[in-house]
């Protein structure tokens, strides 16, 4: 299973009752934090989340409502007493950014590893998940992510039976990549069937309408984009700055075939976002106006199909 978490869906600045737009995912342990701005320390603890346990931040892009909140970030988690090393990706210019940044965060007791993105498209492995970055089109470099949690095949006794597979190996086989058993080694793909079909999440915020989102957004279990702008009149805003409007995201969700749609990153000048929801809707149904703290937790499709 995996959980998804919106601890802040705001856009530019934090308000009252809004912190800024983030993402965290957690599976089997690990936890994958998308974006830190202001306060997402603080937008974390209020969703219940702990930064702790915190293994890989990714950035999207090094505007300040996405990356200022990244000392903050880091103090808290060595004030917790964090040893564990802590990876962040980002654009070009990661390292020199969060060195920048860590000039009020100079002395951690954790180290940190950079993996700086250089390609349209790059994928990452961690934690047993497949992560795609892919370049999108906003005012500075700017990358989306597709978080894609594999599912291996069944267990087989047939087949297992007829490769020669000890029983004794059996159990282990069904989790890890292969075991040893009597002086012999035995592999996982001599007892599985063909691979499942996994759980996709993709996650894009500050972008104009691309041909690489709807690629990444294919059969998305949960598709999360920006919602910056939902009425009409803002249309040429978002032209200028290159931000979505709620109907451009739905239209999205709709031909990538996305099972649903959250929107986030609303403008400080959208009090209610729910406004123009009914608008999305109508292209998308499956569309809804994410809150801070919403979290849903996606499972595997079982025997019959369903989720």
Known sequence: ??????????????????WLTCCLLRCEGH???????????????????????LDLLCITHFHADHISGLPGLLLSMGQDGRTEPLTI????????????????????????AFVEMTEKQQMLHFAGMEITAFAVQH????????????????????????????????????????????????????VLGPPRKGLTVTYCTDTRPTSAILQHADSADLLILEGMYGDDEKRAKALETKHMMFTEAAE????????????????PSLPDPETYLPAAQAIFPETRCAKDGDSVVLRYCNEEGTA
């Open 139 to 190: 005012t500075l470099p700017c990358y989306g992510y597709r978080l894609h949690l594999p599912r291996p095949g069944k267990f087989d006794p047939e087949r297992a039976k007829s490769s020669g597979i000890p029983i004794q190996v059996w159990g282990t086989l069904q989790k890890q990549e292969q075991a040893e058993f009597g002086g012999a080694v035995y592999h996982q793909n001599q």
């Open 89 to 112: 990706a980002g654009p070009r210019g990661l390292v020199q950014t969060v060195t920048g940044l860590r000039t009020i965060a100079p002395e951690l007791p954790f180290p940190i």
């Open 31 to 53: 936890s994958i934090l998308i974006d830190c701005g202001e306060g997402t320390q603080i937008a974390l603890r209020c969703a219940g989340r702990s930064v702790q346990r």
């Open 1 to 18: 299973m995996l959980e998804v978490t919106l601890p802040g869906t705001g856009g530019t600045m934090p308000l009252k009752n809004r």
């Open 252 to 267: 999205i969700a709709a031909e990538a075939g996305a099972k649903r749609l959250w929107l986030t990153h609303y403008s």
